[in-house]
T-cell receptor, first 111, second 117 residues
Framework: SQQGEEDPQALSIQEGENATMNCSYKTSINNLQWYRQNSGRGLVHLILIRSNEREKHSGRLRVTLDTSKKSSSLLITASRAADTASYFC???????????FGTGTRLQVFP | DGGITQSPKYLFRKEGQNVTLSCEQNLNHDAMYWYRQDPGQGLRLIYY???????QKGDIAEGYSVSREKKESFPLTVTSAQKNPTAFYLC????????????????FGQGTRLTVV
């Protein structure tokens, strides 16, 4: 079963614009993580936010977490063509040791 | 270099055969995972292991088997019982339960693309 569902499934923007992706999940969590996947490659960790945190920044990335709504968002500011990739949220459900991924958002940034 | 290595990158299997995908890490991580990814889809958890000689089924374990005889290695066997094995398989590792899920991330290999011919 997929724990997370990303929205939108696909997103196309111009360089310089901001990209926002949302993730909803079903159960209480220990933490939520965002990953990036270039086509046909492995995933790369971007940022982790714990269940007791509400916002976190890393460079051009900003992640928010709303545990009452069971949702998170990933904002990429001033996007670049090199940001073109699929982005996944992943959660560790509370009292488990699993890492469960969502369905992903495919981001296309046009130069 | 420290990292996680999957081999082979491409694998072809005849129907009815078992095949084994290799996953090795030199990060001294306790936890290891296998995921399956179908085209345009997310990752689905097949098996995971938190310590040597112990592993648990994920969401889609049927038709797969694993072993964890060494900390560094977590091979996945796709058996003939897996009816639709064509997919992209990803292995990952992380520090482990005690520290992992409050504060750290998973590291992924580059994947193995399995095709049934």
């Amino acid at each position: 079963s997929q724990q997370g569902e990303e929205d939108p499934q696909a997103l196309s923007i111009q360089e310089g614009e901001n990209a926002t992706m949302n993730c909803s999940y079903k159960t209480s969590i220990n933490n939520l993580q965002w990953y990036r996947q270039n086509s046909g490659r492995g995933l790369v960790h971007l940022i982790l936010i714990r269940s007791n945190e509400r916002e976190k920044h890393s460079g051009r990335l900003r992640v928010t977490l709303d545990t009452s709504k069971k949702s998170s968002s990933l904002l990429i500011t001033a996007s670049r063509a090199a940001d073109t990739a699929s982005y996944f949220c992943a959660t560790v459900p509370y009292n488990t040791d699993k890492l469960i991924f969502g369905t992903g958002t495919r981001l296309q940034v046009f130069p | 270099d420290g990292g996680i290595t999957q081999s082979p990158k491409y694998l072809f299997r005849k129907e009815g055969q078992n095949v084994t995908l290799s996953c090795e890490q030199n990060l001294n991580h306790d936890a290891m995972y296998w995921y399956r990814q179908d085209p345009g889809q997310g990752l689905r958890l097949i098996y995971y292991s938190q310590i040597v000689n112990d592993f648990q089924k994920g969401d889609i374990a049927e038709g797969y088997s694993v072993s964890r005889e060494k900390k560094e290695s977590f091979p996945l066997t796709v058996t003939s019982a897996q009816k639709n094995p064509t997919a992209f398989y990803l292995c990952a590792s992380s520090k482990g339960w005690e520290s992992a899920f409050m504060n750290n991330e998973a590291f992924f290999g580059q994947g193995t693309r399995l095709t049934v011919v």
